[in-house]
């Protein structure tokens, strides 16, 4: 079992920055592919970024890339999304979740747990 728990949403102006973390329990968090997706009134959820337990290894979707960057500390089970340059089409839930694996899915529905979500408000 692994629970999540994410902080740092809030409002920003755009071209702002935001860094949003992620707590985990249980004693396999070194052994979890993590995720962020978010989710904006109206669309469906989105993968955001994922980084794998091997090797650091990072996936991003083409609409933040070179704006977000995720990393993770296996020490501190915590999982980090540094968002800099935010725009207005940013605003959304985001939700960090994990799965046992390797592999970066970005589908929401590979992903066994889930956090409860924040939110992220980026006004123009």
């Known amino acids: 079992q692994v629970q999540l728990v994410e902080s740092g949403g809030g409002l920003v102006q755009a071209g702002g920055s935001l860094t949003l973390s992620c707590a985990a329990s249980?004693?396999?968090?070194?052994?979890?592919?993590m995720g962020w997706f978010r989710q904006a009134p109206g669309k469906d959820r989105e993968f955001v970024a994922g980084?794998?337990?091997?090797?650091?290894?990072?996936s991003y979707a083409d609409s933040v890339k070179g704006r977000f960057t995720i990393s993770r500390d296996n020490a501190k089970n915590t999982v980090s999304l540094q968002m800099d340059s935010l725009k207005p089409e940013d605003t959304a839930v985001y939700y960090c979740?994990?799965?046992?694996?390797?592999?970066?899915?970005?589908?929401?529905?590979?992903?066994?747990?889930w956090g409860q979500g924040t939110q992220v408000t980026v006004s123009s």
């Open positions: 979740a994990a799965r046992f694996s390797i592999n970066i899915p970005t589908i929401g529905g590979d992903y066994a747990y």
């Open positions: 980084i794998s337990w091997i090797g650091g290894i990072t």
């Open positions: 249980g004693r396999t968090f070194n052994r979890v592919t």
